[in-house]
């Protein structure tokens, strides 16, 4: 069992550095002063590369799809 948990807890690390890192540069913009209109296009743009991660790691869908639904709660709360 853990041969198994051991590449989506790899998998899940990575897309979750990456989402840091965008968060974090989108801050740093935000707190310089660059506006509201380029931190969002940062963070939307960023984003949207999650997908393209989660391709070339070949996530499962299953683990794709509950982190959907996490982010989507998180998002609606």
């Known amino acids: ?45 960023g984003a949207g590369h999650v997908i393209l991660i989660a391709w070339w790691l070949s996530v499962p869908a299953w683990a794709s799809i509950a982190a959907s639904v996490a982010c989507s709660v998180v998002a609606l709360l």
């Open 1 to 45: 069992m853990s041969y198994l948990l051991s590449p989506i807890v790899f998998q899940g690390a990575l897309v979750l550095a990456w989402l840091t890192l965008v968060g974090g540069t989108s801050e740093v913009l935000r707190r310089l002063n660059y506006g509201p209109e380029i931190t969002r296009k940062v963070v939307h743009i």
